[in-house]
């Protein structure tokens, strides 16, 4: 129990074994069990977030992000991701997430709002992961440039051509390519160069303190921006201030509570190519 609980937290050595290892590693037993059901139980549900455009804050997209209710216990995704990820249902769970999306798509009234679907490495390594997309694609009629994929850094990082492969036949198909989180991992500069990377989001980190340091991070990206040609998506932002700022460096899109908490698939249908206006100053 004290070696599992010690893997991966480098540069910790030594950890000695106590009763609160075991109930977590109990409690995390558990969860992976419940989540084997959690999608037959209907415990587990998407939600989507807003993401405007910089200038009109005109909602151009959302992202999905999963929800999983047990009974009355909320489990974070913080907490019940990586179980899945560790135990394979991530896949069968992922794939749920996409058919959800795309079935959102199918019935949203404006052709220019696409929704972003985070992808799990465990999902990339599947051999039917292509397969599934183009069938998800033609079974509900979607137009691939309406559907997003976020990846994180460390995909690119996994050692395995074949999920660069994937990735060039998703773009070539048409769908939208993001990397998420950028900044926090691998950043790899010619990773967004040779495949041509669609969207960058920087990561919530430098949004919060885009007032100190994380202003000079934001400028940074966004001159790369113009010579990879890639667009930004600026995370978190949950001012007006931290909204005026981006504006003012250039930044294409905004994602945070400022816009919008993360809403329920009917909600999508109604603000689907809305604008969202900022709160007024006090």
Request: charged share 20%; with cysteine; hydrophobic share 45%.
């Amino acid at each position: 129990i004290a070696m599992y609980a010690l893997k991966g937290k480098q540069p910790e050595r030594v950890l000695f074994y106590n009763h609160q290892l075991e109930e977590n590693l109990r409690s995390k037993v558990l969860l992976q069990e419940a989540l084997n059901n959690a999608l037959a139980r209907h415990e587990l549900r998407l939600v989507f977030q807003p993401i405007v455009d910089a200038e009109t804050f005109a909602i151009r997209s959302f992202e999905a992000l999963l929800r999983w209710k047990r009974g009355t216990q909320i489990i974070e995704p913080s907490v019940f991701i990586p179980i899945a990820e560790r135990s394979g249902q991530i896949v069968n769970i992922g794939y749920w997430v996409l058919e959800e999306a795309c079935k959102t798509l199918a019935h949203v009234p404006s052709d220019d709002t696409s929704i972003a679907v985070n992808v799990s490495i465990v999902q990339f390594q599947d051999q039917q992961f292509v397969a599934k997309i183009s069938r998800l694609l033609e079974t509900y009629h979607i137009n691939p440039g309406r559907l997003h994929i976020e990846v994180t850094e460390s995909l690119f990082h996994s050692g395995q051509s074949d999920l660069t492969e994937k990735i060039i036949w998703l773009q070539r198909k048409g769908i939208k390519i993001s990397i998420d989180d950028f900044g926090t991992g691998y950043s790899s500069l010619s990773v967004i160069q040779n495949l041509n990377i669609d969207f960058v989001k920087i990561d919530r980190s430098f949004i919060q303190k885009i007032e100190d340091k994380g202003l000079a991070i934001v400028e940074a990206v966004m001159n790369m921006s113009h010579s990879l040609n890639f667009r930004i998506i600026a995370e978190g932002v949950e001012s007006e201030e931290q909204a005026r700022l981006l504006q003012r460096c250039g930044i294409h899109y905004m994602q945070g509570f400022l816009f919008s908490q993360p809403v329920e698939m009917v909600d999508v249908f109604r603000l689907a190519g809305k604008t969202i206006p900022l709160p007024q100053a006090s």
